[in-house]
T-cell receptor, first 118, second 111 residues
Framework: SAVISQKPSRDICQRGTSLTIQCQVD?????MFWYRQQPGQSLTLIAT?????????ESGFVIDKFPISRPNLTFSTLTVSNMSPEDSSIYLC???????????????FGSGTRLTVV | QKEVEQNSGPLSVPEGAIASLNCTYS??????FFWYRQYSGKSPELIMS????GDKEDGRFTAQLNKASQYVSLLIRDSQPSDSATYLC???????????FGPGTRLSVLP
């Protein structure tokens, strides 16, 4: 399956600042997904990033707050802008794993970024 | 609004027992279904996928799908303490659509 390197693994940030999270995939993928997982909650999709086009944002998420870059087929960044304590969460990138005869199709996730805003 | 529901738990079972995790979904046209395991502080990892009605077995795990009743379940046989985690059900409503994740069920396997 695809291997995703996600950085940073955790950070503590001051309110009003911005943090950029990076995901590097070891193979070319068409779509990359960015999720947020708040404490004790499930995964909420923020946006889908396609190479060469604007990211598609889910309801409740806007580009000004969560700008995304997708410069090539193996890399993407998510920026959390003008942070407030409500942005404290785990942020995860994900790619589609097409699977093999012996491995299930599904999404593979990066290791996550645990963000705390103080 | 596409929804996926699960009991939040915790579900506690003794070691060696069968753990049964359930999930219901609202979109009758959903095509594919997935179970993920998430250990505390870790990212989700895919356990099983299922697309057709009936059972699908993989080692100690069995996924069951009933599209008419709009539910999917995961059975874990011979549960081990290492199975203690949160199990997320995910549904792909239509091909090309994004996954919808349930809230997860926390499983605790007691030694």
């Amino acid at each position: 399956s695809a291997v995703i390197s996600q950085k940073p693994s955790r950070d503590i940030c001051q309110r009003g600042t911005s943090l950029t999270i990076q995901c590097q995939v070891d193979s070319q993928v068409t779509m990359m997904f960015w999720y947020r997982q708040q404490p004790g909650q499930s995964l909420t999709l923020i946006a889908t990033a396609n190479q060469g086009s604007e990211a598609t944002y889910e309801s409740g998420f806007v580009i000004d707050k969560f700008p995304i870059s997708r410069p090539n087929l193996t890399f993407s960044t998510l920026t959390v802008s003008n942070m407030s304590p409500e942005d404290s969460s785990i942020y995860l990138c994900s790619v589609e794993d097409l699977g093999t005869p012996t491995r299930n199709y599904g999404y593979t996730f990066g290791s996550g970024t645990r963000l705390t805003v103080v | 609004q596409k929804e996926v529901e699960q009991n939040s738990g915790p579900l506690s079972v003794p070691e060696g027992a069968i753990a049964s995790l359930n999930c219901t979904y609202s979109d009758r046209g959903s095509q594919s279904f997935f179970w993920y395991r998430q250990y505390s502080g870790k990212s989700p990892e895919l356990i099983m996928s299922i697309y057709s009605n009936g059972d699908k077995e993989d080692g100690r795990f069995t996924a069951q799908l009933n599209k008419a009743s709009q539910y999917v379940s995961l059975l874990i046989r011979d549960s081990q303490p290492s199975d203690s985690a949160t199990y997320l059900c995910a549904v792909n409503p239509w091909y090309g659509q994004n996954f919808v994740f349930g809230p997860g069920t926390r499983l605790s396997v007691l030694p």
